[in-house]
């Protein structure tokens, strides 16, 4: 055992609150709208937060501090791309989602392209948010593995068993404000940990500053190097952070049910962009850590040769912090955990049963959808449990090379019914398949990184596509026409 008294208090205190405060958003549910959108009551501000907690996980806490610790601060580049993505989608998606009454971004393809695309788009979805999911359980053993001295899952399968009580109770209403709680928690750890670290570091900032520069230029940003096999460029970064963030955030229901939570366009728009300048201030300060990390790591080693980067982080905070703060950041490592693995459970439930079985809840019994909606939310609670025991290597490119390789094709396949009036369903299909077989080639048989992969893939999806549609005599082309005005 590695830490405290108190700092075990301090963790089961967040653990038992945090569950408790999401049980009690089950009260008023009365439909699967409550359930899946929280009655469309949360603010813009809430559900920003809510959308920087859902792409938010351990992933991020102690593998963007790893990246740095080996490697600079190019990481950077990617997420100015998330910035260029997010006005996107504002511009080209979310008017959109808003011009329906819809549970899931598929309603859209099944608008435009039939009920069978929904349900492979929908498919796709669930498949790769389960895998990119698992591998963010997975961090979790890391954490707990250097908290507590050992590698036991049964600390993982508690949070988890946690998190699953109170989305299956809460829904969506109870995902969204949890997740303004963690957040919270989240930066106020992130920020102690920061400061922390610099008063570890002999020398302070200074000396961070010499020992990067000696190291090879640790703190620089920008490598304006045009290479499609070296990751992390100023052109992969940005062109290909650009497409990520569109798939991610325009065709991904995790994130895309945020969104569709809203009370307005207007305030959908709003939580995406503030929620771009949250997300380039976090990744910003864990890069910085990470070399901070370095740095304190020439003087005191915290981890021996060749070990794993990804515990870098999780050995400091347990290592170096004192009493209380210690519990405070390993809460909010915890919490973002949490966090992710919540909204990915409703968000998967909901696109199961609206998608896949297609119910509404208006032409059944609504209390009975109800109850199937949160029967399938555990479910997939198990699923990701089991995905989660799995050992996946570094874990943050691990997480992004998953939804890199598929959602390439889905943001093709979006893009295809946004911009090409003549693409019909069978056309759309074999660009999918085209767009996926053909990420899959670059994965493993080419040296490509994964930061191109999302938009070399919609390219692909939406050129296939398109070609395919116009030899396709076996439908009319399905023609975006106007979808109807949200009702309120």
């Not at 990520?244 to 049910?257: K, N, R």
């Not at 959808?369 to 479910?379: E, F, K, Q």
């Not at 939406?462 to 023609?479: C, K, M, T």
């Amino acid at each position: 055992m590695r830490l405290s008294p108190l700092d075990l208090a301090i963790l089961v205190a967040y653990l038992v609150g945090i569950t408790l405060f999401g049980i009690r958003f089950r009260r008023g549910q009365q439909n699967i709208r409550d359930y899946f959108l929280g009655g469309r009551a949360a603010p813009w501000w809430a559900l920003a937060f809510s959308i920087v907690a859902t792409e938010t996980s351990t992933l991020t806490i102690i593998g963007t501090p790893a990246l740095a610790f080996a490697g600079n601060l190019g990481f950077l580049q990617l997420v100015f791309g998330y910035l260029v993505g997010r006005v996107v989608l504002t511009i080209l998606f979310l008017p959109h989602f808003f011009r329906g009454e819809f549970y899931t971004a598929y309603q859209l393809i099944e608008k435009r392209f039939g009920p069978r695309m929904k349900s492979i788009a929908a498919a796709t979805f669930l498949v790769t948010r389960a895998l990119g999911e698992g591998v963010s359980i997975a961090a979790i053993a890391k954490v707990v593995s250097v908290a507590f001295g050992t590698e036991t899952r049964l600390s993982v399968a508690l949070v988890m068993g946690l998190t699953l009580l109170y989305t299956f109770e809460g829904g969506m209403k109870a995902v969204i404000w949890t997740d303004v709680v963690q957040l919270l928690l989240y930066l106020t750890g992130s920020v102690t940990a920061f400061v922390l670290l610099l008063h570890h570091v002999p020398g302070g900032w200074a000396e961070v500053v010499q020992v990067a520069a000696a190291a090879g230029g640790k703190l620089r940003i920008f490598d304006f190097t045009f290479s499609l096999t070296r990751t992390y460029t100023f052109w992969s970064g940005v062109l290909g952070g650009t497409f990520l963030t569109m798939a991610s955030h325009g065709t991904d229901q995790s994130i895309v049910q945020r969104i569709l939570a809203a009370r307005s366009e207007r305030q959908g728009k709003a939580a995406l962009l503030t929620s771009g300048g949250i997300v380039l201030g976090q990744f910003a300060l864990f890069l910085v850590v990470g070399v901070m990390l370095y740095a304190l790591h020439q003087h005191a080693p915290l981890i021996g040769p060749g070990g794993d980067p990804d515990r870098i982080f999780p050995e400091f905070v347990v290592r170096e912090m004192p009493a209380g703060l210690k519990g405070l950041v390993l809460a909010a490592i915890g919490a973002m955990a949490m966090s992710n693995a919540s909204g990915s459970l409703n968000s998967m439930a909901a696109s199961s049963v609206v998608d896949l079985l297609r119910l509404r809840g208006r032409e059944a019994d609504p209390a009975s959808v109800l109850r199937l909606s949160r029967w399938m939310t555990l479910a997939w609670g198990l699923v990701l449990l089991v995905l989660g025991m799995v050992r996946w290597g570094l874990v943050l490119e691990a997480g992004l090379t998953i939804i890199s390789i598929t959602f390439g094709s889905l943001l093709g396949l979006f893009l295809l019914g946004f911009l090409n009036r003549r693409a019909t369903a069978n056309g759309a299909l074999a660009g999918m398949v085209a767009g996926l077989l053909f990420l899959l080639g670059l994965k493993f048989g080419t040296p490509v990184a994964w930061t191109w992969y999302v938009l070399m893939g919609a390219v692909t999806t939406f050129a296939v596509g398109s070609l395919a549609s116009l030899f396709d005599r076996s439908a009319q082309p399905s023609g975006a026409g106007p979808l109807p005005t949200r009702t309120r």
